[in-house]
């Protein structure tokens, strides 16, 4: 039965993005470990993390799609499942540097020790375990979203209000990690990493191994996401989000349809942020800035809201670009993501993919997908337009 | 008259916007495989009665019944249809991304569970039913079209596939043939009588030759409540309804 | 009867111990000031403070400032005061000229803290008698702190023959301090005890508090404990009411600084229905125009600067103003209808506004000056209030009010509200709604620009201004019911307060925390806020 759902959501585009994701965990370990450094095929160890890193921000924007895209869900407090998941690894790797940190106490991490702690506090409690932080990758980030979607979408909070209390969500959340009694190591956050499951999380092979484990994750998430796109639930989703009074009434209960894709995502946005962290070394509360969620919607856009190889495709492409920018031109980034914004809303509804679609479909011969339809997302509307 | 016996049984139900009465003390019962029409004119709240029936607006005061035990005014709206009370609005509402197909499937009898439905598979007599309603609805030939893409007639029809689909025991239809040909209307009033009897229906509709089509017992509404009740006939005598519906 | 008598027994012994004592007496006191060290200088010191002659009192200020030196030659104590390469002298008590010394014929008359303490109390004491009534005030507060038993008795002469009701009142609280703080005040009889626990709680401030507290644990009598404990419960109890009104205060002023952010958002999210993520900066530009207009009066007419904060209201709100009508035109327009759309774009024009400011005005904060009618504060009973804010306060009610009066009362109003409420019918009617809708996008950002120029005064201006403003300002407009002006009113004040009272208890972060947790707990129970507007528009 489990085959059978994955199954039902490979069509053509999971294909080919499965096939490159394939090619890349190959290709990537042969070239960075095999190939010689003075090969042009080489890769550098720094490439490969910021690959990995890219493609974290992928997961992300692919859990963000299956809500924004799917359900019409906006939610711009993302980064903050993202953030947790991170937290959740960075606890998990705090407590593998054991006596090696520059207090040298076996159990207390250093910020703890400095800010005169006696003992360890209870939820810090199982992160030595690799299984249980891996479990907290998931569930924090997953109860979080469902308590707060449990509030939101039971008391009908739609559109643009929805939007901002998940702003509002993920800025309570920056304040609150910014505080040291917190007991995640305030405004510095977690970082000085040494092990994780006793390899070296500096050396070349666990560098490449991480890559690996995060195409993977992508990989399955993105067959985990196509296959709920295609199930009559994900059916039930789209129809959701364009008419959701009207599932209403057909008998779905919609409230418990959006909680479950919710969740859904917020448990994959926690694996992106878990993957990233062990991969940039470091994890602090500004990844829960709302300014970090809302880039992360643009990727979204970029690629095209509605299909989940374009969530990847905007992902990898901003951050690209983003590298680039604040590296040669860093005066010139927030215009250009500014003006990124601008351009997609207004001229790219549907992203790259959109485009590439509505080329494809003039050549004879291809099916219609089931896209973004014209209509525009009533919800959001009678929240914007009729608030008066 | 018991409530027990009824299909649907309104009492004193009485809604208010803002000071504005919508509703004022409206009564009505409904029997098992009855059809009935209201006609009304326009502000007189029968939209706003289907509203309190299907729960979409909450009444400020009266009782509900269905099936003269379920207290509908308790309910919320994805419960209230799933008791067997399927809808029709008043500006059609198709899902407009999905195909002709996908719509009938996604109101199509079934379980409703967000885990049922992650899990379902289409089976032969799922499949034979949606043909079926296809063959009714005179949309075979466009079941892979998207919705979004049909003419107003055919979403009016494709609509009205959907409620057959869910297979309700009450059909609340908002004025269907609104802005539909002359043909399309006489089929749509043939479509209607070949369910009643299945089903219960009220149909709310301003075309009186389509209410005459029907020839079933009217309901008179004005000012949310009922004026006169009784045939087409009968109320279209009815000097109050003359007055303030008709006209001279 | 008793104690009238006692009274009066006691000040007749001041007066005639201090017309005795007159400036020949002083001389021998002053010249041992030179003597014995440290301790000489004390023990004279408080001789002149038992002599209570107000003349002794520049002797000490020279005291206290270091210029009483002993000239070597006859060992007399002068006051020399620096003139050239020597000193000037001149004699300590009458004033006369003394010719001139080097530095090496003098030897200052050295001071360490415990003198510095017993210096200002005894100056305290002395200037009791001074003429100035201010002086006589700030004298009495001197002993209120210093509790300097030696005042006591010049205190009572100079409450004596006190005209003004308020120097009396700070001299008898003084006296209150001394007694109940004294060797004395164990043997004092209750009655006394009790008139000076009552003239401290009637002065009920926190340093009444802290004499109170020390007589309830000092070894007084049970009388006296208990009377002060009673007493400590009533200038406990006002102080809380006082800390509770400064709290409302200060709450009021974070919420009209809300308001005055959120009220240009009530215009353009709350009536027009447009999501504008760069509101915030529409705030940072109105203040970055008060900083260029303030910049051009330093340079072209700094004696004017008190007015620039006037001109840059009407600049400000062009400018902002201006700036929104080209968004609006350029991008908004094209999004009427896709609010999420519209949330998108305006962030990021918004990100493309802050890095314009900061590319032209560097990314550090700009200095905007107070005009001198803006700085400074008042007490107002138990409160502190800055002038700062408390125009802000009334500039912010008074933009609503204008605000208000415009959308309700002018022909520009009307038409906001016809398109707002019924495009086409608006359109049909002959109203352009396109310009209306410019207009109100204008208006809205126009405001947003004002609130800049209150902000400049309290806040920081730099490019990130606006970041820090338009999640709150959202949580207001939502808070209150979009579209609901007086709601936004409502909304600011009730978030700003409920902010300041949390404050105390969770601390400035947690506190904020708390109310963002609130408000989402609030907007999922109400998801049209406060003052929702009910009906089928808001619904369709
Ligand atoms: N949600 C609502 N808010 C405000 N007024 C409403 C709402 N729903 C209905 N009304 C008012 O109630 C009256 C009855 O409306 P409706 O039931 O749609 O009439 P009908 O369908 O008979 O034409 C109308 O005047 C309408 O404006
Ligand atoms: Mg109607």
């Known amino acids: ?388 | 008259m018991s409530a027990d016996s009824t299909l649907l049984y309104l009492d004193g139900v009485s809604v208010s916007f803002d000071g504005f009465r919508a509703l004022n003390n409206l009564s009505l019962v409904m029997l098992p495989g009855e059809m009935r029409a209201i006609i009304g004119p326009n502000g007189a709240g029968k939209t706003t009665m289907m509203d309190v029936i299907t729960g979409k607006t909450r009444p400020d005061r009266g009782t509900i019944l269905f099936e003269g035990r379920t207290d509908l005014t308790r309910l919320r709206e994805a419960a209230i249809a799933n008791l067997g009370i399927g809808r029709k609005f008043q500006r059609p509402t198709v899902f407009e991304p999905h195909t002709v197909w996908d719509n009938l499937e996604l109101a199509l009898k079934a379980p409703r569970r967000p885990l049922k439905t992650l899990t379902y598979a289409i089976n032969g007599t799922d499949r034979d039913r949606i043909e079926e309603i296809l063959a009714i609805t005179r949309l075979s030939a466009l079941r892979d079209r998207q919705a979004g893409g049909l003419s107003h007639g055919q979403k009016q029809w494709l609509e009205i596939g959907m409620l057959l689909a869910q297979d309700p025991k009450l059909l609340l239809v908002d004025e269907p043939v609104a802005g539909m040909t002359d043909a399309e209307t006489e089929q749509t009033a043939e479509l209607l009588c070949s369910i009643a009897g299945r089903h219960s229906v009220i149909v709310v509709e301003h075309d009186m030759t389509f209410v005459r089509a029907l020839g079933v017992k009217v309901t008179v509404l004005a000012e949310g409540s009922v004026l006169a009740e009784g045939s087409l006939d009968s109320v279209s005598a009815n000097a109050q309804v003359i007055d303030t519906y008709l006209g001279r | ?540």
């Open chain 1, 1 to 388: 039965m489990l085959l059978r759902f994955f199954l039902m959501g490979l069509d053509r585009k999971a294909g080919i993005v499965l096939a490159i994701l394939a090619i890349l965990a190959v290709a990537v370990p042969v070239m960075t470990l095999w190939v010689p450094a003075d090969s042009p095929f080489h890769l550098s160890v720094f490439t490969v993390s910021l690959l990995g890193k890219y493609l974290c921000f992928a997961l992300l924007a692919l859990a963000l799609d299956l809500v924004w895209g799917y359900c019409g869900i906006l939610s711009l407090g993302h980064a903050a499942f993202f953030a947790i998941g991170g937290y959740a690894m960075g606890m998990y790797l705090m407590r593998q540097i054991g006596p090696r940190g520059v207090y040298g106490n076996p159990v207390l991490p250093d910020f703890m020790v400095f800010l005169n702690w006696k003992e360890l506090p209870w939820y810090w409690l199982g992160f030595d375990q690799f299984w249980f932080a891996a479990l907290m990758v998931l569930v924090v980030p997953g109860a979080l979203a469902f308590a707060f979607g449990w509030f939101a979408f039971r008391s009908r909070v739609t559109g643009v209000y929805l939007s901002i209390i998940t702003q509002a969500l993920t800025f309570a959340l920056l304040l609150a990690f910014f505080r040291n009694d917190m007991g995640f190591g305030g405004n510095n956050g977690l970082t000085d990493f040494k092990d994780i499951l006793g390899h070296d999380i500096q050396a070349d092979g666990t560098r490449v191994a991480l890559f690996v484990a995060t195409v993977a994750a992508l990989a399955f998430s993105y067959m985990i996401a196509s296959g709920v796109i295609a199930s009559k639930l994900g059916k039930v989703l789209v129809a959701l989000r364009d008419a959701e009074s009207r599932v209403r009434f057909i008998g779905y209960d919609t409230e418990s349809y959006k909680l479950f894709a919710w969740t859904l995502s917020a448990c994959m946005a926690g694996v992106a942020g878990a993957l990233y962290v062990p991969q940039v070394g470091i994890i602090n509360p500004s990844e829960f800035a709302p300014a970090s969620s809302i880039e992360a919607v643009i990727w979204v856009a970029v690629g095209g809201r509605g299909t989940l190889a374009g969530a990847i495709l905007g992902a990898v492409l901003v951050n690209m670009g983003k590298s680039y920018f604040t590296g040669a031109l860093p005066e010139l980034w927030l215009f250009a993501l500014g003006g990124l914004f601008v351009l997609v809303t207004l001229f790219l509804p549907k992203g790259l993919l959109g485009l590439w679609g509505q080329l494809a479909a003039k050549l004879p011969g291809r099916r219609k997908q089931p896209g973004l339809s014209e209509a525009r997302n009533s919800d959001a509307q009678a929240a914007g337009q009729k608030g008066m």
């Open chain 3, 1 to 540: 009867m008793r104690r009238a008598l006692r009274w009066l027994m006691a000040v007749c012994v001041v007066v005639a111990t201090s017309t005795a004592a007159f400036a020949a007496d002083l001389r021998p006191i002053v010249q041992s000031l030179g003597s014995g060290g440290y301790s000489g200088t004390e023990k004279a010191l408080e001789q002149l403070s038992e002599a209570g002659d107000p003349a002794a009192v520049p002797v000490i200020e020279a005291l206290q400032a270091g210029d009483l030196q002993v000239r070597k030659s006859d060992n007399a104590v002068v006051i020399a005061r620096k003139a050239g390469d020597a000193f000037a002298l001149t004699d300590p008590l009458s004033g006369a000229d003394l010719g001139q010394a080097a530095a090496a014929d003098l030897t200052r008359i050295r001071i360490n803290n415990s003198l510095r303490r017993a210096i200002s109390a005894t100056l305290g004491a002395l200037t009791l008698m001074s003429p100035d009534a201010g002086v006589r005030r700030s004298a009495a507060d001197a002993v209120f702190k210093s509790r300097d038993a030696n005042a006591l008795a010049t205190l009572e002469t100079a409450i004596a023959k006190e005209q003004d009701k308020g120097v009396r009142a700070a001299m008898e609280q003084a006296r209150a301090a001394v007694l109940l703080t004294g060797a004395a005040a164990a043997t004092m009889p209750d009655a006394d005890v009790q008139a000076a626990v009552d003239t401290l709680a009637a002065r009920g401030d926190r340093d009444a508090l802290v004499l109170l507290n020390m007589v309830a644990a000092s070894g007084a009598s049970e009388a006296t404990k208990k009377s002060a404990a009673s007493a400590i419960a009533t200038v406990e109890q006002k102080l809380a009411l006082w800390g509770a009104l400064q709290n409302l205060w200060y709450g009021l002023s974070l919420g009209s600084v809300l308001l005055l952010a959120a009220i240009g958002l009530a215009v353009t999210f709350g009536v027009m229905g447009v999501i504008n993520m760069a509101h915030g900066e529409m705030v940072m530009i109105g203040a970055y125009t008060t900083f260029l207009v303030q910049e051009f009066f330093r340079a072209h007419a700094p004696g004017l600067f008190d007015l620039s904060i006037l001109v840059a209201l009407p600049a400000a709100f062009i400018v902002s103003g201006g700036v929104g009508i080209i968004i609006e035109r350029s991008v908004i327009r094209w999004l009427y209808g896709r609010p999420l759309e519209t949330l998108l774009a305006t962030w990021g024009l918004s990100l493309a506004l802050q890095q314009a400011v900061r590319s032209i005005f560097g990314p550090t904060n700009r200095e905007v000056g107070a005009p001198s009618w803006m700085s400074g504060a008042f007490e107002l009973g138990g409160l502190t209030i800055t002038y700062g804010r408390l125009w802000i306060v009334v500039f912010a009610f008074a933009v609503f009010a204008a605000l208000l009066a415009a959308l309700k009362r002018t022909w520009f109003g009307l038409s906001i509200r016809a398109v707002t409420q019924n495009r086409p019918m608006a359109n049909a009617m002959g109203i352009r709604t396109a310009r209306v809708d410019a207009l109100t996008f204008g208006l809205g950002s126009g405001i947003a620009g004002l609130a800049g120029v209150a902000l400049s005064q309290i806040d920081n201006v730099s490019p990130n201004l606006g970041q820090g403003y338009i999640l709150d300002s959202f949580m207001v407009v939502v808070f209150g019911g979009v579209g609901n002006l007086w709601g936004t009113l409502v909304g600011a004040l009730t978030l700003g307060t409920m902010n300041k009272f949390l404050e105390p208890y969770a601390g400035a972060v947690l506190g904020k925390i708390l109310v963002l947790v609130f408000i989402i707990l609030f907007i999922q129970r109400r998801p049209r806020g406060l003052f929702a507007l009910k009906g089928r528009a808001v619904e369709a």
